[in-house]
């Protein structure tokens, strides 16, 4: 079953990260899918795909590396790179996804820009000190 999964959620990232494909994506989604932000807010499957449609101007070129791709029961885990175009900013991004009847049912994301990554760890620092 991890393995199916982790196809899954390979087939549609793939088409997406190297052609800006959203229609593989949207045909891997559940009707009822959910993608939760860290801020609490949700987003229907509609309402995230027009999300993801409208994002894909601005990140034109957008550089992907997969670093981990991970699964455990329904659940996959994609550890990622991506280093924006122009010169932007460089992030890394942790996405779990949830996996039922052979379709992507839920998604939560995690970004954190590599800039960022100094500051947001002192907490750790100062507990270990």
């Known amino acids: 079953m991890t393995r199916e999964n982790k196809s899954i959620v390979r087939h549609a990232l793939a088409g997406l990260i190297e052609t800006g494909d959203v229609d593989t994506l949207a045909s891997s989604l559940s009707g009822e899918f959910i993608h939760h932000r860290p801020d609490s807010t949700t ?13 894909l101007g601005p ?24 280093r924006l ?11 779990v996804l949830r996996i039922a009847d052979g379709l992507i049912a839920e998604a939560w994301e995690i970004i954190e820009p590599v ?3 100094a500051a947001n760890g002192r907490w ?6």
């Open 43 to 55: 987003s229907t499957r509609t309402e995230w795909l027009a999300a993801v449609r409208a994002a």
């Open 59 to 82: 990140t034109a070129g957008m550089q992907v590396e997969i670093l981990h791709l991970l699964a455990d029961g329904d659940h996959v885990v994609v550890h990622s790179r991506r």
């Open 85 to 95: 175009p122009d010169a932007g900013p460089e992030i890394v991004v942790v996405d």
């Open 115 to 117: 800039a960022h990554t």
């Open 124 to 129: 750790w620092e100062s507990a270990h000190r």
